[in-house]
């Protein structure tokens, strides 16, 4: 799956690596989290 994020070269420019990593990590979790709840549950 490919994930586009805009405007993340501003975001680049404001944070340090450190922290653009850790954004960016905290972001990707809360839509996997989301997908999770939102996914139908396979039964079968």
Not at 12 to 22: Q, S, T, Y
Not at 29 to 43: F, I, Q
């Amino acid at each position: 799956m490919r994930v586009e994020v805009l405007g993340v070269d501003r975001l680049a420019k404001k944070l340090k690596p450190a922290d653009l990593k850790e954004a960016l990590n905290e972001s990707c979790l809360l839509v996997e989290n989301t997908a999770k709840e939102n996914c139908p549950v396979d039964s079968g």
